[in-house]
């Protein structure tokens, strides 16, 4: 099972980039899928997750109001959707999927600069 990210890049103060992480799998639907970020001497950090069927989301205080999460299992993608964009929120973000039966993973990390 692998899972890509895509979508980040360098975006201004307030901007908004929208990031995708795609299952190579067809068992997609049967994971939670979360978002996670680290920036440079931190710790990584839960940012959004969303559950197997869509139906319950959850954010960090730092996103909420800016950051939607989202998924489309027809399509095997979660997406996340950043608004708002603060200079804090730097760092390489990194999707996680996880499921009792099939297990846990991690994609590679795409990188977002928010800068002007």
């Known amino acids: 099972v692998q899972f890509v990210e895509s979508g980040g890049g360098l975006v201004q103060p307030g901007g908004s980039l929208r990031l995708s992480c795609a299952a190579s799998?067809?068992?997609?639907?049967?994971?939670?899928m979360s978002w996670y970020r680290q920036a440079p001497g931190k710790d990584r950090e839960l940012v959004a997750s969303i559950t197997s069927g869509g139906g319950s989301t959850n954010y960090a205080d730092s996103v909420k109001g800016r950051f939607t999460i989202f998924r489309d299992n027809a399509k095997n993608t979660v997406y996340l959707q950043m608004n708002s964009l603060k200079p804090e929120d730097t760092a390489v973000y990194y999707c996680r999927a996880r499921s009792s039966l099939f297990g846990d993973y991690w994609g590679q990390g795409t990188q977002v600069t928010v800068s002007s």
């Open positions: 799998e067809f068992t997609f639907s049967s994971f939670g």
